[in-house]
């Protein structure tokens, strides 16, 4: 089951919000970005990913996802129908 919502940042998936909590992917930039941010599973059966506690500052998830975007993989390509 998918979150409630995917976030993108310029057209990567850099996390999702799950049951009203900010989730990232667990890139090593993000690790470093927040060393000391919980992992949590997102549902049952996913990997587990970073609790983003700072949902209010502009400038943290900013910065956050700029420092995530080059290790986040590329969207892969729609099939056409």
């Known amino acids: 089951m998918m979150g409630e919502f995917i976030i993108y940042y310029r057209g990567k998936i850099v996390g999702g919000i799950y ?6 992917k667990p890139v090593k930039s993000a690790i470093s970005y927040m060393p000391t941010a919980p992992y949590e599973l997102p549902y ?7 609790l983003v506690d700072e949902v209010d500052n502009k400038e943290f998830l900013t910065g956050l996802f700029h420092a995530m975007y080059d290790e986040l993989p ?8």
């Open 44 to 50: 049952e059966g996913a990997k587990e990913m970073l």
């Open 19 to 24: 049951d009203d909590r900010l989730l990232v």
């Open 74 to 81: 590329a969207p892969k390509p729609k099939k056409k129908k």
